[in-house]
């Protein structure tokens, strides 16, 4: 009997094999179609997760999960993702959409990939729909937010509704998988520049090396040394920085960049409301450890980007447009602008 693809990689991956070259396309494309059950999807996670998931099979699988996305349609010129795989178990707001904000205000161009949250309090998603935003919108209207705004929101469902199939499995195994990494590589508008956190950091060189081979131009992965997928308030940060094809590893801190090393514990929030809030007092002006947090992501967001020609000045220009507003205000405009695109589709 002629085994499927996904039968051929679980023998493979058994035997603690390593896949050839083309076996992951094949079993992505099976599983994206629909034609494989529901305990193959499950076994050949836990199978990837136990032999390791390498470069090669991570690279395979984003690239079919990309060319079957919904694109969105835009200019590369300073285009930027924020996007992490959250998972840190930390809980704290949600930095990498405030910081997106702050980076779509300093001139940078934002194709911000994001969904509601599965395993932290609050997702991208779960804060922009209190902030009043409306989420339905189609790949031509969220480029035309891009286009006019500087920003806009890439609800994952909407972009990759082939991956419905891995959903059940993936809540039954209730492990991070390989699927935990493919979100922010498969950002549908094929963004050059991109700040990801990571939820570990065993996957920090590795992320950085299937965005080499996806052709990022200019990128930072992090994962800070107390556990969050972020840069850190309070402990140093592991980087692993993609520029003109070179990857260097490093590890900085707050204090690099004239910020204080604080707790984090107040930056904890237990819902999409008490993220907002933190959000709109750091996107106003007010100082503190929201604020600092937000200068120091949305810093390395507009170094990477482009917008700076280093992250020092990244960070300066970050607290700038904080105690300006300009980005609480942009965040404001946007929410009414995808509202009034909604309407208009009724």
């Not at 996007?83 to 959409?97: A, E, M, Q, R, Y």
């Not at 891009?146 to 890439?154: H, P």
Request: negative net charge; aromatic residues 4%.
């Amino acid at each position: 009997m002629n085994k499927t693809p996904i039968q051929s990689a679980l023998d493979m991956l058994g035997e603690q094999q390593t896949l050839p070259p083309g076996r992951m396309t094949a079993v992505m494309n099976q599983i994206m179609d629909g034609e494989a059950t529901p305990a193959q999807i499950g076994g050949l996670l836990m199978a990837l997760k136990l032999n390791g998931e390498s470069v090669a099979d991570i690279t395979e699988a984003a690239r079919v999960m990309r060319e079957r996305a919904v694109k969105v349609s835009v200019n590369k010129h300073h285009l930027i993702d924020t996007c992490g795989t959250g998972g840190d178990g930390v809980g704290i707001f949600n930095v990498s959409t405030a910081a997106a904000f702050i980076a779509a205000a300093a001139g940078c161009r934002v194709a911000k990939h994001g969904n509601r949250s599965v395993s932290s309090s609050t997702g991208s998603a779960d804060v922009l729909e209190a902030a009043g935003f409306d989420l339905s919108l189609n790949a031509d209207q969220v480029a035309q937010c891009i286009d006019e705004f500087n920003i806009g929101f890439l609800f994952a469902p909407a972009h990759h509704g082939a991956t419905k199939y891995a959903v059940g499995p993936r809540k039954e195994l209730a492990v991070r998988t390989m699927f935990n990494l493919l979100g922010p590589l498969t950002n549908p508008a094929d963004t050059p520049f991109q700040v990801m956190g990571i939820f570990a950091k065993q996957w920090v060189r590795t992320a950085a090396e299937v965005l080499r081979e996806l052709g990022s131009e200019h990128v930072m992965v992090v994962h800070s040394q107390d556990g969050m997928d972020e840069i850190s308030l309070n402990a140093p940060t592991d980087v692993a920085e993609l520029r003109n094809g070179v990857i260097r590893e490093y590890s900085l801190t707050p204090e690099d960049f004239a910020v204080r090393r604080q707790s984090v514990e107040s930056l904890v929030v237990s819902n999409a409301e008490e993220s907002l809030a933190l959000i709109k007092a750091a996107l106003t002006g007010q100082a503190g450890p929201a604020a600092d947090m937000l200068a120091l992501n949305a810093g390395a967001a507009i170094y990477v980007a482009g917008c700076s020609a280093e992250m020092k000045g990244g960070v300066e220009k970050a607290r700038q447009i904080m105690a300006s507003g300009a980005a609480w205000e942009l965040l404001q405009n946007l929410a009414a602008f995808t509202c009034k695109l909604g309407k208009a589709d009724e």
